[in-house]
């Protein structure tokens, strides 16, 4: 009779270890701060509660929560960059979800 591996050997993927791989962030980064800059400007503003951002930029993800830099002025006019960090609502393990993530995200701070 055959030896049998009563577990099957598995190659884990990235998000199984709990992260994206640099090609999936780098790919998510790339389109979010080409082409959905005012919808970051609503997530952190709304996230992070800074009023007058001039910019936003994502800068990275896992599976936990978003990255951003978010460039505003201080009450005297100085110019500053804060760091958000914005979670999801569950850990993610699929690149599909990173985008229902994002588009929740926009769709509460719209609604405010």
């Known amino acids: 009779m055959p030896a049998t591996n009563p577990r099957p050997a ?3 993927t990235a998000a199984d270890a709990g992260t994206f791989s ?3 962030v780098s790919a998510v980064v790339e389109h979010m ?4 800059v005012g919808d970051m400007v609503l997530i952190c ?4 509660g800074i009023p007058g951002i001039t910019a ?3 800068t990275g993800l896992d599976h936990l929560g978003a ?5 505003h002025h201080t009450s005297d006019g100085e110019s500053i960059t804060t760091l ?3 979670p999801w609502s569950a850990p993610l393990r699929e690149r599909h979800e990173i985008r229902s993530e994002l588009v929740r ?3 509460e701070a719209r609604s405010g």
């Not at 503003?45 to 992070?48: F, L």
């Open 33 to 36: 701060n080409a082409d959905h």
């Open 22 to 24: 640099p090609e999936v």
């Open 67 to 71: 990255n951003f830099e978010a460039e």
């Open 84 to 86: 958000v960090r914005v």
């Open 45 to 48: 503003a709304s996230r992070a």
């Open 105 to 107: 995200l926009v769709e």
């Open 10 to 12: 598995t190659n884990p």
């Open 56 to 58: 936003v930029r994502l």
